[in-house]
């Protein structure tokens, strides 16, 4: 009984330690293609993760109050204090709405229209067009400005949509 009370606080670890030994043992098992795909992953990771931090994509917006993305952003938020919003991506331009105050049930119904950007104002880019699966979409405005907008998701709906959508020099 002793040692079962005095072991007790270390059954966690063991248990821990005997998971990770055993992915060590996967790991080390794999065949050549596993191996040389997961390096390939993990190149692709830190190469996307350079991306984002050399061009600012970890920020929520390009970070100038005075242009359009920032000026958006402040009204934007003046609208709504809940933290999500619904995102719509029609040919005519982009569509938010958000529930009008903080609610936790059925918010869904509550969603309301905040902000219409046309297409003249705006579009939604992925910025890597494709070649990373992510979570981040751009609203980019038409003065160069962009904010961030991150899916729940990998690859939604939003990020098909703007990989079908032609092309344009914004």
Known sequence: MIATVLGAPFIPLVMLLSLLAEEAVKRFLDTKEVKERRRAKKEDEKRRDAIITGQGLDKVFDG???????????????????????????????????????????????????????????????????????????????????????TEELRSELHMYVLRQPSSDN
């Open 64 to 150: 100038d109050w005075h242009g359009a993305a920032g000026q958006f952003l402040l009204r934007w938020y003046g609208h709504s204090t809940h933290p999500q919003r619904l995102l719509l991506a029609t040919p005519d331009g982009i569509v938010l709405a958000a529930p009008p105050k903080r609610v936790s049930v059925g918010r869904e119904k509550h969603m309301q229209v905040v902000a219409r950007l046309s297409a003249d104002e705006a579009t939604l880019v992925d910025p890597f067009s494709g070649e990373f699966e992510t979570r981040m979409l751009l609203i980019r405005f038409r003065d160069g400005s962009w904010l961030r907008v991150d």
